[in-house]
């Protein structure tokens, strides 16, 4: 693979600029979430004719001091703009307040990654989670999720579903459109695939591989669901190369799930994958690629991500390039038989069958 992306053709002054950018990256977003989160993008949206610095005090029962530097830093940051003293919110501040991706992705930033980022260097150097122990001491945030704060695992919930519910709908035609039986859910988390699975078609059994306490989950909502009798929980820990899937299923399935391990445990898994595969057994597997997004916030978006598997999920992941993935799927011995982009919000689906 030869990686070729980004130019250098910015004149200095904006380069400079967007330097500062990052200097003072982590206040500006603490502005932006408190301009969110105390009310005041909010207030400044529902007023046509604007508002200013005294109304917005007044109305919100805030210090006139802390509306004034936060609608201040609010200029720089470009989500509101003033005229004659009366603020407006700009269209960014819109996508701030308003739209649930970035509103997602905010609190994912500072719920579950703001604290421990602080660490980020120690990570890199030691390939350990070294951010993880802001909540408690396990190897993987997976062997933790369910004991996170509340907060916490709202915001990754919120961050990891938004993603999944988008795709999972688009592709439920495409997995079933040879009549699969027997599914495995490699990774299946809180049961929504599974779920989703069942009752687009009444006679699929379906399998969630997960650690226990996603399975704990998985079996409530299941329960909820009614369909208890079809959805079987096989607890396991995946990283564990010795223990093999179930044999012979239809269909594999591995959604937002490969970019929580490295290459050498992705190897792993694909290969014991190949091995609990029939001849006509296939392969799905479900991911975000950053080169393969239609616009540059994604990109950019999932760059950030990578670094919440390097600080946060496990020290040795990532967002990965599709041809990651595809040189390992190679090395396992399996054959991608099709590619189908831009599904969701940014997914790419592999199909790989055995050679
Ligand atoms: C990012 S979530 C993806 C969930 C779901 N497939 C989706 O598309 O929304 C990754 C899942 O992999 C599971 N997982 C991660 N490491 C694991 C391990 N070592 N053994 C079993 N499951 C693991 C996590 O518990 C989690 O449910």
Not at 143 to 156: A, D, I
Not at 293 to 314: D, G, K, M, P, V
Request: with cysteine; hydrophobic share 40%.
């Amino acid at each position: 693979m030869s990686l070729n992306y980004g130019s250098d053709k910015k004149r200095a002054v904006q380069a400079k600029f967007d330097a500062q950018k990052i200097a003072f990256g982590p206040i500006m977003f603490q502005a932006a979430l408190a301009l969110r989160n105390l009310g005041i993008l909010e207030l400044v949206k529902n007023t046509e004719a604007g508002i200013t610095m005294d109304e917005i005090s007044e109305k919100l029962k805030l210090p006139v001091y802390g509306v004034k530097v936060l609608l201040e830093a609010g200029l720089s940051l470009e989500l509101v703009r003033a005229e004659n003293d009366r603020f407006h919110l700009t269209k960014t501040g819109w996508f701030i307040l308003c739209d649930e991706l970035t509103r997602v992705n905010m609190d994912f930033t500072q719920d579950v990654n703001y604290l421990g980022m602080f660490t980020l260097s120690e990570s890199i150097k030691t390939g350990k989670p070294t951010g993880l122990e802001v909540f408690g001491d396990w190897p993987t945030v997976y062997e933790g999720l369910s004991q996170l704060p509340p907060q916490v695992q709202k915001s990754w919930f919120g961050f990891d579903h938004f993603y999944s519910d988008y795709a999972f709908p688009e592709i439920l035609p495409v997995v079933f459109r040879n009549n699969p039986q027997r599914i495995l859910d490699v990774g299946g988390n809180t049961g929504k695939f599974a779920i989703q699975c069942a009752r687009y078609n009444n006679q699929a059994r379906i399998t969630i591989l997960d650690l226990p306490g996603q399975l704990e989950k998985a079996s409530q909502q299941i329960r909820e669901a009614g369909m208890s009798d079809r959805i079987d929980l096989f607890a396991i820990n995946l990283l564990d190369h010795t223990k093999t899937f179930p044999k012979n299923p239809d269909i594999i399935w591995m959604s937002q799930f490969l970019d929580c391990f490295s290459q050498e445990d992705i190897l792993g898994l694909l290969r014991r994958s190949a091995e609990a595969m029939a001849e006509n057994s296939a392969l799905y597997i479900l991911e975000t690629y950053w080169d393969q997004q239609r616009y540059e916030a994604s990109t950019y978006s999932l760059h950030a991500t990578s670094l919440y598997f390097t600080n946060i999920a496990n020290g040795c992941s990532q967002m990965y390039h599709s041809d990651d993935m595809r040189k390992l799927i190679r090395q396992s011995g399996l054959e991608l038989s099709e590619e189908i982009l831009n599904v969701g919000v940014s997914h790419t689906l592999f199909i790989c069958r055995k050679k």
